[in-house]
């Protein structure tokens, strides 16, 4: 059996050219190189190679020089996400060596989508900026040497926990499921929120999350976002740690547990310090703030609450939220536990279906988030892409656009894509010597089912 | 650099020297004696010193001539497709728009964009951004990069440079390239392409007006099967004593007639597509037969094959082309060419190629079927295709490019590399599109925005029962294959 290769991180690196007038100052335009172990010479030169690129570009596309760049072997993204900042990630492409050593190896190219990798590069930069803050600033602001010491300790554990395999259509929407609740209780959890920052001036805004499905957020939608996906993460590696502790033991996520996923694990020890308490950026307000980002969980809720920056952290704080949110998330979640979760109650069995709305970041999929269960074969998740890649391209002009396709190798498969103003639903569906009629009713069917009030262009 | 072709006839390559193609490539040693070309200030191949220039901010332009470069390039933003050729030396060949020589940096430039990525044992495909594509295809002596602002795949770029390519090997081939610039890495191509530059030039505007090239096939004139079958008779009989004739078309208006050949070649539909791209680039073929040499790239990339062109009569403007291996045949197919004519004539068979040749193709509409607008149906067997009459309301130069890129879109979707679809349905604002892949053909249609998905749907399924009703299907496809 020929091998294959995953597709892996080639290189990743920020530069910035106005950086260095001066030949002999001109590793100072690199702030962020990836793998580490690069010796400079060959730094300047792939970075160099870029500046060339973005210079060649320019004579023809000035306003937006480059995204990509495709080679042989290799796949090169461009983010340009400040003025005078560049971001490029190069990817080495999965391949399938031979089983001669003579013979060459065949590089998979179109399993490489360039949407894909390019949002995921963009969500690199979104991350960024929140934990260090716009480069600009800090460039302005005379700390590019800080800024480089961040950019390292930020990146180098990003990149080393960015699963880049597995990456498919969700990492174009990096959107947040919603928990769907009935008023009533929704008023419950909401009122639970202000009740908490009422009780706690100290929290400015907070997030509420049910099994990662988001319940409330008090602030902007695309800094939920991140931080949902920041305090998933978190999660996942703490039970990481968790379960190689407990080797041996029932590891199943203890979910009475109440405790801080961020913050001191001993409320004995009166000088804890706080240092495991992130600090984040946010830049929806004029001008940005630094806040504290406490995460608490307690069965199956998870509470994120941003303290301002110039709050001091006491460990009476906490022991004080850590009374409030164990009693209140208690009683919340034995009025909760009967809704939740909804989706996977629905009847459709051979049908999938995804869900995304641009404006409130929303989510909804019955294509199960993680991907052991995912049953669909890789190859129909990028057909998805590529609806999802046509659609939106259709949808800069007009209000709405449709895709129905039907798979020539996995013929039983089809994919409709629909999109209206800023939704977008995808279903996948399994049908042999199915008519396109038949699809059409099935994915109206499923529309009608899944996304019962909302509008979608027929 | 004016001198004739053999036999005193006007062809469409000249050659200054006495060609003797056919002898290919192996006696052949540049020998071209004339003025050289002034050398533009620029240097060709830049060394690493060069790149550090580049990155360091000086701008791709002479310091000799700052503001005129600036001009060039500034002028080259504005197309929507352009394409350039370079040896891998970074010389100037070609260049869709603007003079070669005046844009002797950017060539540079691309030549050390391309060679950097070599060096690392690699090969740059294409820089792609929102709207914009370089595609760079690296061939021998030659690079050729094509900066495209439409939404084309990488794969239907690649191709119309490849396209590009062969036309260049078509008129040196490819062995006499390699050895030239063996023998000089430095060598101005343009002079062995001198006169040809209009070939490439209509080429890039068959390509993109023509459905030919994105589907991969040839059209093919309307004609009852019996009426085709006379012509190829005709032919066929009046060559089958000629030694060494390979293959001989007859052609009219990018339309294929019937092609006859000899039984161990084939010819591929790439190499078709040169062939009619000749003869419309060639207004003198109109005016008195000719005897040119043509390299067919997939056919032989190292050899010459003299093809003898000539319309039929002042009153039949189809073109016959005899392809030979002899380049002494010229008398010999004049003479067989008289012969086809008149029997031709005699046999009725003039009127019958005249008279399919003054009907229109039918336009969607008057199909009766319902939102249809246009469509186009490509066999998958033989490499040939009919579409309908382009139409209202693709009535204006920028509606029938939006149509093409509607197809282009709808095709690389169809015929992804690796993801192919059995059948595509693209609901859009002005247009529904729909791309069907069956057992023997690929149709695609082109309907109203508002016609609903069920509607297109059944009109799809029963126009092939209606369009292709049997005798319809042998007019417009051709399933005979003559051979001497």
Known sequence: MPDRTDINIRNFYIFNSTLSSKEEEERNKILFYYPPSIIIDEQLKNVGFSEAIL???????????????????????????????????????????????????????????????????????????????????????????????????????????????????????????????????????QSSSNLLEAEFPEVESSIILYDNYLVWSGIDYSEMQLISLYVRSLQESSHLDAESENLGRNSARTTNVCRFLTGPKNFLDEDASFESVPVIYLHSSESPTKYYLNVYEAINFTVCMLINEKERLTVELFKKLDKFLGDKLLSLSSKIKSVAPTFQSLQAPMEKFLYFNKLNLAVKTLTAQSKSSLSIPEEVMRVVTDIAVHNRRCCKLSASAETVVKLMKLSDYWVVGKMSDDRECYFILQAKNAALSYIHEEANKMCNLCLKSIFVHK | ????????????????????????????????????????????????????KLVLGSDFVDESNVDEDCNVAQELKKYKYNIFVLSSAGKPVYSRYGNEDKLSTLFGVMQVLVSFIQDSNDVLKSIRCN?????????????????????????????????????????????????????????????????????????????????????????????????????????????????????????????????????????????????????????????????????????????????????????????????????????????????????????????????????????????????????????????????????????????????????????????????????????????????????????????????????????????????????????????TDPTF
């Open chain 2, 1 to 52: 650099m004016s001198s004739s072709a053999p036999g005193g006839l006007e062809g469409p390559f000249k050659f200054p020297n006495s060609p003797e193609p056919q002898s290919s490539s192996s006696s052949f040693v540049v020998p071209y004696i004339e003025e050289e070309r002034p050398e533009s200030p620029a240097k060709h191949g830049l060394d690493e010193k060069d790149f550090e």
């Open chain 2, 131 to 479: 709207g914009c594509t370089f595609t760079f295809l690296s061939k021998g002596p030659l690079i050729l990069v094509s900066v495209a602002k439409t939404q084309q795949s990488d794969t239907q770029l690649l191709s119309q440079l490849t396209y590009v390519y062969n036309q260049v090997i078509s008129v040196v081939t490819l062995s006499r390239l390699t050895k030239i610039f063996e023998q000089k890495c430095n060598y101005d191509l343009r002079r062995l392409l001198s006169g040809s530059e209009r070939l490439i030039d209509q080429l890039l505007v068959f390509m993109e007006t023509d459905y030919a090239f994105l589907l991969g096939a040839v059209r093919v004139l309307p004609l009852a099967p019996t009426a085709r079958d006379d012509i190829s008779n005709i032919i066929v009989s009046a060559c089958s004593k000629i030694k060494n004739l390979v293959f001989a078309l007859l052609i009219a208006n990018n339309q294929l007639i019937t092609l006859v050949r000899m039984k161990k070649y084939e010819l591929q539909p790439s190499d078709l597509h040169l062939l009619f791209n000749l003869v419309n680039s060639s207004e003198s073929f109109k005016t008195a037969e000719s005897w040119t040499p043509i390299c067919l790239p997939l056919f032989n990339p190292s050899g010459f094959l003299h093809c003898h062109v000539s319309y039929l009569s002042e009153d039949c403007q189809a073109c016959l082309m005899l392809l030979t291996v002899d380049h002494d045949l010229f008398y010999t197919l004049s003479t067989a060419k008289q012969k086809i004519v008149e029997t031709l004539r005699r046999k009725g068979s003039l009127k019958d190629i005249n008279d399919a040749l003054a009907l229109k193709p039918i336009s969607a509409s008057e199909l009766g079927i319902y939102g249809l607008r246009h469509f186009m149906c490509k066999s998958r067997k033989h490499p040939q295709f009919w579409s309908s009459r382009v139409d209202t309301p693709y009535d204006t130069p920028e509606e029938v490019e939006h149509l093409m890129s509607l197809y282009q879109n709808l095709h690389q979707h169809v015929h992804h590399p690796t993801r192919p679809l059995k059948l595509c349905y693209q609901q859009m604002d002005s247009e529904i599109m729909l791309g069907h892949i069956t057992a023997e053909y690929e149709f695609y249609f082109t309907f109203e925005p508002l016609v609903t998905k069920s509607d297109a749907i059944s009109a799809a399924g029963r126009l092939p029962s209606v369009w292709l009703k049997d005798d319809e299907e042998k007019k417009k496809f051709i399933f």
């Open chain 1, 55 to 189: 210079k060649f570009a320019q004579t023809f596309s000035p306003d937006k020089p480059c995204e990509t760049i495709r080679t042989k072997k290799t796949r090169q993204f461009y983010l340009q996400p400040e003025e005078n900042f560049w971001m490029v990630m190069t990817l080495n492409l999965p391949a399938i060596k031979p089983k001669e050593i003579a013979d060459e190896a065949e590089y998979l190219e179109h399993d490489v989508q360039d949407a894909v990798y390019l949002a995921a590069l963009k969500l690199a930069y979104d991350m960024a900026k929140m934990f260090v803050g716009t480069f600009s600033s800090s460039v302005e602001g005379k700390k590019t040497k800080q800024l480089k010491i961040k950019l390292e300790k930020f990146y180098f554990r990003y990149l080393t926990t960015l699963k880049i395999n597995n990456l498919d259509i969700m990492a174009l929407f990096q959107g947040v499921q919603y928990l769907p609740l009935d008023p009533l209780r929704f008023l419950h959890i």
